[in-house]
Antibody, heavy 112, light 112 residues
Framework: EVQLVESGGGLVKPGGSLRLSCAAS????????MNWVRQAPGKGLEWVAS????????YYADSVKGRFTISRDNAKNSLYLQMNSLRVEDTAVYYC?????WGQGTLVTVSS | QSVLTQPPSASGTPGQRVTISCSGS????????VNWYQQVPGTAPKLLIY???ERPSGVPDRFSGSKSGTSASLAISGLQSEDEADYYC?????????????FGTGTKVTVL
């Protein structure tokens, strides 16, 4: 059974940092491109970043470029999102997603 | 800011057919395939249609997708109460500063 379990969310002050993790199981993680997508409270879906299976290709949304870093460790079947210089508008549920399956998400709240 | 435009709402009675449109441009729908996601409130999005008109295993055949030019559509035939959810289209956008995965504005489907 495919599982994607996000962790690392929480409350952080503006300007702070947070590192999200996504533990993958039930599929060959190292062969899949992976993504982070977020959803602000009551809003629609917003793509955040994507990384290819071997980390050779990485793409970011303009809204997070220069502040967020996506990475992966195929040996640990894990995906990461390092978030720096967080803003109030980064408040959202962050989902880890492969092409056909999404995790349940982790809530990030940026507030003073 | 969503690049793909969807109607905010759609509705129908059980058994009816409902269609949701998704309007884009030459840099996204016009040159890449379209995916559709279903999100029941409080849960993670689920892939409903990929590559314009393909259904993942387990998705009922009353869901169908199509694409023409810079627009796409999702049709739900034989509407059921469990279809009440938010629906999002998505596609890669070949932007000048790198590929971006863009989502539609979302459509809330209500079963009357």
């Amino acid at each position: 059974e495919v599982q994607l379990v996000e962790s690392g969310g929480g409350l952080v002050k503006p300007g702070g940092s947070l590192r999200l993790s996504c533990a993958a199981s039930g599929f060959s993680f190292s062969t899949y491109n992976m993504n982070w997508v977020r959803q602000a409270p009551g809003k629609g879906l917003e793509w955040v970043a994507s990384i290819s299976s071997g980390s050779g290709y990485i793409y970011y949304a303009d809204s997070v470029k220069g502040r967020f870093t996506i990475s992966r460790d195929n040996a640990k079947n894990s995906l990461y999102l390092q978030m720096n210089s967080l803003r109030v508008e980064d408040t959202a549920v962050y989902y880890c997603a492969k092409e056909d399956y999404w995790g349940q998400g982790t809530l990030v709240t940026v507030s003073s | 800011q969503s690049v793909l435009t969807q109607p905010p709402s759609a509705s129908g009675t059980p058994g009816q057919r409902v269609t949701i449109s998704c309007s884009g441009s030459s840099s996204n729908i016009g040159s890449n395939t379209v995916n559709w996601y279903q999100q029941v409130p409080g849960t993670a999005p689920k892939l409903l249609i990929y590559s314009n008109d393909e259904r993942p295993s387990g998705v009922p055949d009353r869901f169908s997708g199509s694409k023409s030019g810079t627009s796409a559509s999702l049709a739900i035939s034989g509407l059921q109460s469990e279809d009440e959810a938010d629906y999002y289209c998505a596609a890669w956008d070949d932007s000048l500063n790198g590929p971006k995965y863009v989502f539609g504005t979302g459509t809330k489907v209500t079963v009357l």
